[in-house]
């Protein structure tokens, strides 16, 4: 059964394979470990396990009544399996109790599969980034979603 939680220390090891698995310029492990220990109060992460195993995780920054969405990750072994769209709603239902309206975050303009997901999930795009990501140079595309709740918007 699969389990989202917070991030803890401990998953520390399975998420940077993760990271390093999946993006061409992956954080290191002193930068994640300084997320959770020194910038809890603005960074959120979480993990998508499996057993004891993390599969996933996702995080997002909050700056005033905005998420921005920092990474969703999957193992490559488990992608296609509603995890990432996990990690999503799973974020998502944090907002309320944090007061964010809006959530945005920059993809990969070549990664199909993660613009196809985040339109499925009301992101649109809003503007790109020339050359922003490099190994290889590509843009970012940006995307905006503007929170609801079950009455609307908060």
Same mark, same amino acid.
Request: with cysteine; hydrophobic share 40%; proline share 3%.
């Given at each position: 059964?699969?389990?989202?939680?917070?991030?803890?220390?401990?998953?520390?090891?399975?998420?940077?394979?993760?990271?390093?698995?999946?993006?061409?310029?992956?954080?290191?492990?002193?930068?994640?470990?300084?997320? =959770? /220990? *020194?910038?809890?109060?603005?960074?959120?992460?979480?993990? #998508?396990?499996? %057993?004891? +195993?993390?599969?996933?995780?996702?995080?997002?920054?909050?700056?005033?009544?905005?998420?921005?969405?920092?990474?969703?990750?999957?193992?490559?072994?488990?992608?296609?399996?509603?995890?990432?769209?996990?990690?999503?709603?799973? =974020? /998502? *239902?944090?907002?309320?109790?944090?007061?964010?309206?809006? #959530?945005?975050? %920059?993809? +990969?303009?070549?990664?199909?599969?993660?613009?196809?997901?985040?339109?499925?999930?009301?992101?649109?795009?809003?503007?790109?980034?020339?050359?922003?990501?490099?190994?290889?140079?590509?843009?970012?595309?940006?995307?905006?979603?503007?929170? *609801?709740?079950?009455?609307?918007?908060?």
């Amino acid at each position: 059964m699969r389990v989202y939680r917070p991030m803890k220390e401990e998953d520390l090891e399975q998420v940077i394979a993760i990271e390093e698995q999946c993006f061409t310029q992956p954080w290191s492990l002193e930068s994640m470990r300084r997320e =959770l /220990e *020194e910038n809890h109060k603005m960074a959120h992460y979480i993990v #998508a396990c499996e %057993e004891d +195993r993390v599969v996933g995780y996702g995080g997002f920054w909050q700056i005033f009544d905005e998420a921005h969405i920092t990474n969703i990750a999957v193992a490559q072994e488990w992608r296609r399996r509603g995890v990432a769209r996990g990690l999503l709603q799973a =974020l /998502e *239902e944090q907002y309320p109790s944090l007061g964010i309206l809006y #959530a945005t975050l %920059e993809v +990969r303009a070549g990664n199909e599969a993660a613009l196809a997901l985040y339109v499925q999930n009301g992101f649109t795009e809003v503007g790109r980034r020339p050359g922003y990501y490099e190994k290889p140079r590509e843009d970012a595309v940006i995307m905006w979603k503007t929170i *609801e709740c079950a009455n609307g918007l908060l």
